[in-house]
């Protein structure tokens, strides 16, 4: 074991709680201390593998006494580089993936309670064993990402325009605070109010605040019937006034709105088999609408007619109830982020402005591109029913394109996120801070805001040891 | 005016701020000293109404500079004395009910940015006017209760089956912070996974961390169709699987369920002109189940198919689609509080369990009240879809129950609340803490939690000048 002398008598510490088998040192922690897209790598101590909330709490106490920090990390598939340690190396990395029992499912309270290790696959599977729907839909990470990491995260996805974000999906939580203690915040109510809500001071706080260690969720009926439509247009602008136009009629049935430009489809057409055009002639955008219910009834008509009656502007489209004819659609947006990394690096942005805005973002987005950058290519999509737009820039010559990236992701964000504040929008919809926004938010968030978030975080962690250099 | 002589100068001061037609002082504070229940009255230095937020800030400013304690107040609705003062008198009411614009309505990202002092009644017509809906609805007090109070408390109300509580209608807040700044949280995003989320930390406070003084909030497109069902039960254990039976087929289009016990019926009947028996057998409970839906389709239908299928125990039930049938058994429903008014004073329960419960915690109530207080009348109904139960307890007898009350609130409750503590539930499901339930909670909250609550409440308020002896 490749570790700091003083730090041995630390190490036996924490392996007699979580049991050798469960703790990781020296080279073995490697796995535990990069992220997925290889942007961030650092040092630990230790991986720990607690069982259960107990051994979390003694090891977050451990750390306390000995002044080191923890990081906290589930599926370790934090765009943000929110769950790898920091380089200097004194970091303990507190892995929950053994934390994974589903403690209950009230099925007549349309409520689960989990433990923070359990895979989003594994949520959704025991929720649908229930006869019972968990909507949070992450298509790139189901089967790794755990619903500690999603709700530390605020995790958004597929279903946020019907269910909302990760955070609206939470009827209460238990957490081991700062000091190790354990605030068991498990309640299943609909209603509670009974003090001052601080559930939603840990979701989304990426660690930084408390380790979330179970969580009771929100259960839904399933859905039994679907419809999908493809729609071609021309501008983004009339996306905009489409989708409150369906809304109002569809209302609630209403559960994806999602925009795909050109240029996203050609590379997923480039790069993923099976992949063809959705209509014979070539558009400058796509919208995927879904529309579902659970009650059993056709909804085809409803968005046809829906889509009809917005009149002349939309050039073409199709509908469908059939789910192969919708997956291969859904395949063109899914697999726009794999087709990417195919396609080689780009300048990424996860930005949100209000829906009615989204037109005028990527209008002067795409402005301030072209003219700064000629030839610059934009890949531009995402969830334009919650106004999150996945912005994208790279040059296409491969060895163009290294140098871009090197001498102007810089300057390409701040060009991006220039036009986000102009209309009132977030720099990070999605995906939080982690490290990779923490310098960048404090020019772009209101200093009282900050303040406030430093204060509550000195507040409850006043030693810094929660997830240090991440958020703030 | 009569008035501390030391606190002259800074009446002056708060006059030069608000304008003197703009502030009360004296024997004119009254009205605004005590609830509408005529359960709690105080004493202010005297009641100020600022006409915008910077004059909010100045207020705040003015009297932390002083000492002077503040009590945010709205439309004075409050049902455990949250929004009047105390009667040690060195206290201002800060009533924000000249803050009434509708700043601005955005139909297309389906929001509107109301400040604190419009009424829940001019914001549900804004959003009208705009062919939109807000869907908080609180029919007793509709045309004087006020946003501001409304989120300051996370009111509950008929809506919270389909659209959640008031914390869930709300994407920004402006808070006037307990320092006399402004906190702008006015954004208007689906997205926002930039930072703690503070907002969260204000809605519910009962403006004990801050003021409210404008929020932004979700719009929703209006229903068009309608369907409502009388449902006629022997035993709310029947509602608890009736309700999860039809979620399941309804889904989202189920927005109400409601129950009413037989004594709730009665006392209707007894004090409401208008209102009848909803069927010619008398029966112990009874359901008011609506569905809605934006889509134009009948769904009498999917209820009526929905209410056969649950089988044999559903001894009789009807369904429409008329308005006004619907209204009439509404009414049976809508009245119980003003019913009770009439026929005298009782102890009074708002409380929640998890929905699979309810009929646990009814049956175990009467019991327990049945057996210590034989003859007492029970009046039991509420968001049963919410588990939120308001149970009433009084004697039959006039002036048997002034003495019942007299001498047996403090055993009632508690009998009341540790059924409540063994079923996971709260002692305070929609109506707050305020003054009425402060020191109760102490007993049947964590005190972990309550030791997080006010280590908070230190950090934003460390002079615990916001509305002081409320909540905590």
């Not at 409520?111 to 229930?130: F, I, K, P, W, Y």
């Not at 942005?349 to 005028?360: K, L, N, T």
């Not at 992701?409 to 939080?432: C, D, F, K, T």
């Amino acid at each position: 074991m490749q570790i700091p002398g003083m730090a041995t008598d630390i190490l036996y510490a924490a392996a007699a709680i979580v049991g050798g088998d469960a703790m990781l040192t020296g080279e073995f922690t490697a796995p535990y201390c990069a992220d997925k897209r290889g942007r961030y790598s650092g040092n630990a101590l230790a991986v720990v593998f607690p069982s259960d909330t107990q051994q979390v709490a003694k090891i977050v106490r451990l750390c306390v006494a000995n002044r080191i920090a923890i990081v906290p990390q589930g599926g370790n598939t934090s765009l943000c580089g929110g769950s790898v340690p920091l380089t200097e190396g004194r970091q303990i990395v507190l892995n929950l993936s053994r934390m994974k029992r589903i403690r209950t499912v009230d099925s007549v309270n349309y409520t689960m309670t989990v433990e923070a290790g359990c895979t989003l696959a594994n949520v959704r599977e025991a929720a649908e064993q229930n006869n019972r729907l968990f909507p949070l839909e992450l298509t790139a990470t189901l089967d790794y990402c755990e619903i500690g990491g999603n709700l530390s995260t605020n995790a958004g996805g597929n279903g946020v325009l019907r269910y909302g974000n990760a955070r609206d999906l939470v009827l209460g939580l238990e957490v081991v605070l700062p000091d190790g203690r354990i605030w068991n915040g498990l309640r299943s109510l609909r209603k509670d109010n009974s003090g001052y809500d601080l559930k939603h001071l840990f979701i989304g706080a990426e660690g930084t605040l408390g380790i979330i260690t179970a969580a009771v969720l929100k259960l839904f009926p399933r859905p039994q019937s679907s419809a999908t439509a493809c729609v071609a247009i021309t501008d983004p602008e009339i996306a905009v006034r489409l989708l409150a136009h369906i809304r109002a009629i569809c209302g609630d049935t209403l559960s994806a709105f999602e925009i795909i430009s050109r240029s996203s489809l050609d590379i997923v057409l480039r790069h993923i088999p099976g992949t063809t055009e959705p209509f014979a002639k070539r558009y400058d955008y796509y919208l995927l609408v879904q529309s579902n219910d659970v009650l059993q009834r056709p909804l085809d008509d409803a968005l046809r007619s829906a889509i009809q009656s917005f009149g002349a502007d939309i050039p073409e489209f199709a509908v469908t109830t059939d789910a192969d004819a919708a997956e291969n659609w859904w395949k063109l947006r899914k697999n726009i982020s794999d087709a990417q990394k195919r396609d080689g690096v780009s300048i990424k942005h996860d930005v949100s402005v209000p829906v009615s805005r989204v037109a005028e973002f990527i209008a002067c987005a795409d402005t301030a591109m072209h003219s700064a950058y000629p030839g610059v290519r934009i890949v531009a999509f995402g969830h334009m029913g919650d106004g999150n737009i996945h912005y994208n820039v790279s040059m296409p010559d491969a060895e163009q394109n290294k140098a871009f990236i090197a001498q102007q992701e810089g300057a390409v964000n701040r060009l991006v996120y220039q036009v986000v504040r102009e209309l009132g929008g977030s720099i990070s919809a999605e995906h939080g801070l982690g490290q990779l926004k923490r310098e960048t938010i404090r020019a772009y968030k209101d200093p009282l805001e900050l303040e406030l978030m430093r204060s509550i975080k000195q507040t409850l962690d006043p030693q810094g040891l929660m997830n240090p250099g991440k958020v703030l």
